[in-house]
């Protein structure tokens, strides 16, 4: 992701310290936040194959809410798992591809 030619800067983000997805039961603190040259705000959320759980579930569920409760198409939110993703998320492949369209 880092090597992609839009991405402007991208930024680790610290659990319990930085920006949160707050769901009321869940805080959900993903792990990258990236702005691409075209000024999208790219939250990302990364996952080992080993992560398809009830956790991950509620996580993807509340990152995707937050999304689309903006009301801007320059905020997107991404679950993105090494190969085998849940319903809603991607493999890391198909998330880059999308990224160097953003």
């Given at each position: 992701m880092a090597n992609l030619?839009?991405?402007l800067f991208w930024h680790k983000n610290i659990e319990k310290k930085e920006f949160a997805i707050n769901g009321g039961f869940l805080?959900?603190?993903?792990?990258y936040i990236v702005l691409?040259?075209?000024h999208k705000i790219v939250?990302?959320?990364?996952?080992?194959?080993?992560?398809?759980?009830?956790?991950?579930?509620?996580?993807?569920?509340?990152?995707?809410t937050w999304a689309s409760k903006i009301g801007s198409d320059r905020y997107k939110y991404f679950m993105v798992f090494d190969n085998?993703?849940?319903?809603?998320?991607?493999?890391?492949?198909d998330f880059l591809e999308i990224m160097k369209e953003l």
């Open positions: 030619n839009n991405v805080n959900h603190y993903p792990d691409t040259k075209s939250v990302i959320e990364t996952k080992g194959d080993d992560r398809d759980n009830s956790d991950s579930r509620m996580k993807l569920k509340l990152g995707q085998n993703p849940l319903d809603g998320a991607y493999g890391l492949a």
